[in-house]
């Protein structure tokens, strides 16, 4: 009893480990790359940010997991099938069929078990220290294993570049909406103060008001001298003829200084009247250039904290072409049979050996 429990129980799964780790069992390639993930942000954390960042949270530590969720996706499979015809990688003939896609315990070829494999065949291991990534791929030749890995890298370096590109549109796109609201308001008020100074033949009222006051200055000058000069004639000599085109001048300086003054103060085409206007439309136009001029410097502010929180994947090692196969590793799945079977073997027979016993009794 106790040779045949030691035949069944040790010699006969022994013999099989042997014949299949000899023999039978298909040779697995490794290969190993490795990565890191990292940002430009340079200014130094503090509170909240240095506290999420020592947990493990900061935008660069995001970026390696979301690395890592993306290869051991669904997607990368799909993108892996477009690429290197993966499926035809793991249903490979040479094979064992224990172990292939498609064999003894993969019989299943659906996508979801394609899937299931694909986690089986790849490993990842994150240092949360460095942040570097290490990225094993298994295949049933050495070349299919590094094609596999670079193939991967390629994925997760165009993955990075489309979250650095969705993260920058995102963080600019209010503030592009802004410059261009802003732009629109210069532009109607550009062209609002336009019109008016069309419509009413007005440049600028301010300036045109100060020429104004000082011709009237000048005119009133005029007038005081010829004044002067009329009040000495008439008391030196009343009958003198320069008295009367002296009358004639004053009045016309009189009539003159009245004229610029009704252009400045008088009626609704007055300069006066239309500056109230004028400087409300050139309010509006500085205003909006102001507006346009904060609204750009917060777009260039906007994408400088872009550049700096973009991700970069630099690859450490490329993926290695092994030159031998690690797996399945021989002799320690015979140890593990012949072990586990002397376990049991011990088991049995200590179960068997009491039962004895009692039957004797």
């Given at each position: 009893?106790?040779?045949?429990?030691f035949?069944g129980?040790?010699?006969?799964?022994v013999?099989?480990s042997?014949?299949?780790?000899?023999?039978?069992?298909?040779?697995?390639?490794?290969?190993e790359?490795?990565?890191?993930?990292?940002?430009q942000?340079?200014?130094q954390?503090t509170?909240l940010s240095s506290f999420?960042?020592?947990?493990?949270?900061?935008?660069?530590?995001s970026?390696?997991?979301?690395?890592r969720?993306?290869?051991?996706?669904?997607d990368?499979l799909?993108?892996?099938?477009?690429?290197?015809?993966?499926?035809?990688?793991?249903t490979?003939?040479?094979?064992?069929?224990?172990?292939?896609?498609?064999g003894?315990?993969?019989?299943?070829?659906?996508?979801e078990?394609?899937?299931d494999?694909?986690?089986?065949m790849?490993?990842?291991?994150?240092?949360s220290?460095?942040n570097?990534t290490?990225?094993r791929?298994k295949?049933y030749?050495a070349?299919?294993?590094?094609?596999?890995?670079?193939?991967?890298l390629?994925?997760?370096?165009?993955?990075?570049n489309?979250?650095n590109?969705?993260a920058?549109k995102?963080?600019?796109r209010?503030?592009?909406?802004?410059?261009?609201d802003?732009k629109?308001?210069?532009?109607m008020?550009s062209?609002?103060?336009a019109?008016?100074r069309?419509?009413?033949?007005?440049?600028s009222?301010?300036?045109q008001?100060t020429l104004?006051?000082q011709?009237i200055?000048?005119?009133q000058d005029d007038l005081?001298?010829?004044?002067?000069?009329?009040?000495?004639l008439?008391?030196?000599s009343?009958l003198n003829p320069q008295?009367?085109a002296?009358?004639?001048?004053d009045?016309t300086l009189?009539?003159?200084?009245?004229k610029q003054?009704?252009?400045i103060?008088?009626?609704?085409?007055?300069?006066?009247s239309?500056?109230?206007?004028?400087e409300?439309?050139s309010l509006?136009?500085?205003?909006?250039?102001k507006?346009?001029?904060?609204?750009l410097t917060?777009l260039e502010?906007?994408?400088i904290?872009?550049?700096k929180?973009?991700l970069?994947?630099e690859?450490?090692?490329?993926?290695?072409l092994?030159?031998e196969?690690?797996?399945?590793?021989?002799?320690?799945?015979?140890l593990?049979?012949?072990?586990?079977?002397l376990?049991?073997w011990?088991v049995?027979?200590v179960i068997?050996?009491g039962?004895r016993?009692h039957?004797d009794r």
């Amino acid at each position: 009893m106790a040779d045949r429990l030691f035949f069944g129980v040790v010699v006969i799964p022994v013999a099989i480990s042997i014949l299949y780790f000899g023999p039978l069992a298909s040779d697995v390639y490794i290969s190993e790359s490795s990565f890191v993930i990292y940002s430009q942000q340079t200014q130094q954390s503090t509170g909240l940010s240095s506290f999420l960042q020592t947990a493990g949270l900061s935008n660069s530590s995001s970026g390696v997991y979301a690395v890592r969720d993306y290869i051991l996706s669904r997607d990368a499979l799909r993108a892996l099938e477009k690429s290197i015809k993966v499926t035809e990688i793991y249903t490979n003939r040479d094979a064992d069929l224990f172990n292939r896609f498609g064999g003894v315990f993969w019989p299943d070829r659906s996508n979801e078990k394609l899937f299931d494999y694909y986690q089986h065949m790849i490993g990842e291991d994150i240092d949360s220290t460095s942040n570097i990534t290490t990225l094993r791929t298994k295949a049933y030749t050495a070349e299919d294993a590094r094609r596999i890995n670079s193939e991967l890298l390629t994925q997760s370096q165009e993955l990075v570049n489309r979250l650095n590109e969705r993260a920058n549109k995102d963080a600019v796109r209010f503030f592009e909406k802004s410059v261009i609201d802003a732009k629109s308001k210069v532009e109607m008020a550009s062209v609002s103060l336009a019109e008016y100074r069309n419509k009413k033949g007005v440049f600028s009222p301010e300036p045109q008001v100060t020429l104004k006051a000082q011709l009237i200055s000048k005119l009133q000058d005029d007038l005081i001298a010829n004044d002067t000069r009329l009040h000495q004639l008439e008391s030196i000599s009343p009958l003198n003829p320069q008295i009367a085109a002296l009358k004639i001048e004053d009045a016309t300086l009189q009539s003159q200084i009245q004229k610029q003054m009704s252009e400045i103060t008088g009626g609704n085409s007055s300069l006066a009247s239309n500056a109230v206007d004028y400087e409300k439309l050139s309010l509006e136009k500085d205003f909006a250039e102001k507006e346009l001029a904060a609204s750009l410097t917060s777009l260039e502010q906007a994408r400088i904290q872009a550049q700096k929180q973009q991700l970069f994947l630099e690859t450490i090692s490329t993926p290695s072409l092994p030159d031998e196969a690690l797996e399945p590793r021989r002799i320690r799945g015979v140890l593990s049979t012949l072990m586990v079977g002397l376990l049991l073997w011990g088991v049995f027979s200590v179960i068997f050996a009491g039962i004895r016993e009692h039957n004797d009794r």
